[in-house]
């Protein structure tokens, strides 16, 4: 893995050929993992909280999450590997199931209720499934490609938003770990030109909530910066499915390789991309 957390890059021209999951035949398999997991969250308050970095907590309930999604996942899918926040990669490197068990765990250890459970299903680099259920506010995102985004079994689609002055606009956290003074001086940037421009910032704390927010329409944008694949692939994959404009800082289309995560209302991306240009020749910017 990289330091901003995505797969070690595999060169796939040299990898055997691994055929594409039927992620519709796979659901039902992710949305009963999810579940025993939500089970867990509210069932289990976290008793443990230890800081892995600076600003960045772990709890004993984001390593349980962890652990019983990755064994019901090996019994069920044992040929798609596995990449988890907290424990890492193993089996396949090509068709992974990537999880974050607690996105948001900030907020999750101070009692605030958005946070997230966010699995993802990726294939050559690309999200092609995803689950991010919010077990604090009862409710449930969901989307396969080629198939659609739900939530709660509501089809979704992204707002109708054209306008920067009458849109919400989510700024991932300020960072937090080792190599975080650039990511910091780009976000605050970023908060600068964007707060007297658009009718509201937000900075929710959980990248997987915005990314389903964006897809409900409730938020026109997210910026993200930096690309941990537990955190985004299954927003992204929902987004996507709902209508939005997911692409790297520099306007290339998302994969696991990005950078960052920028989702935006189609109407709304030749006005919030220009804004990445802050990132040109930092480790946020790809090349």
Not at 41 to 49: A, E, K, Y
Not at 242 to 268: E, F, K, N
Request: with cysteine; glycine share 10%.
């Amino acid at each position: 893995m990289d330091r901003l957390g995505t797969p070690a890059r595999l060169d796939l021209s040299e990898a055997c050929v691994v055929e594409q999951p039927d992620p519709g035949a796979l659901l039902q398999v992710a949305q009963e993992v999810v579940s025993k997991a939500v089970e867990h969250v509210l069932s289990h308050p976290p008793t443990h909280v230890r800081e892995k970095s600076d600003r960045d907590v772990v709890t004993d309930i984001d390593l349980a999450v962890e652990h019983l999604v990755r064994g019901l996942l090996s019994q069920h899918t044992a040929d798609i590997g596995f990449l988890g926040e907290e424990t890492g990669a193993t089996g396949n490197r090509t068709t992974y199931w990537v999880l974050d068990p607690i996105d948001g765990t900030t907020n999750f250890s101070h009692g605030m209720p958005i946070n997230a459970i966010a699995l993802g299903l990726v294939h050559r680099e690309q999200p092609i499934l995803g689950v991010v259920a919010l077990p604090f506010l009862d409710s449930r995102y969901w989307a396969v490609h080629g198939g659609g985004a739900y939530r709660d079994d509501v089809r979704l689609s992204v707002s109708g938003a054209t306008d920067l002055s009458t849109s919400l606009i989510a700024l991932g956290d300020y960072g937090s770990g080792p190599r975080t003074a650039v990511g910091d001086l780009i976000s605050a940037a970023l908060d600068r030109e964007l707060t007297p421009r658009v009718q509201g910032v937000r900075r929710l704390g959980s990248t997987a909530v915005e990314l389903a927010w964006v897809a409900e329409g409730s938020i026109d944008a997210s910026i993200t910066l930096g690309n941990p694949t537990w955190d985004t692939a299954a927003g992204v994959v929902i987004a996507l499915e709902a209508g939005a404009i997911v692409v790297d800082a520099d306007g290339s289309p998302y994969s696991t390789r990005s950078r960052c995560a920028v989702a935006t209302t189609p109407a709304l991306r030749d006005v919030i991309v220009p804004l990445l240009e802050l990132a040109r020749d930092t480790r946020y910017w790809p090349g």
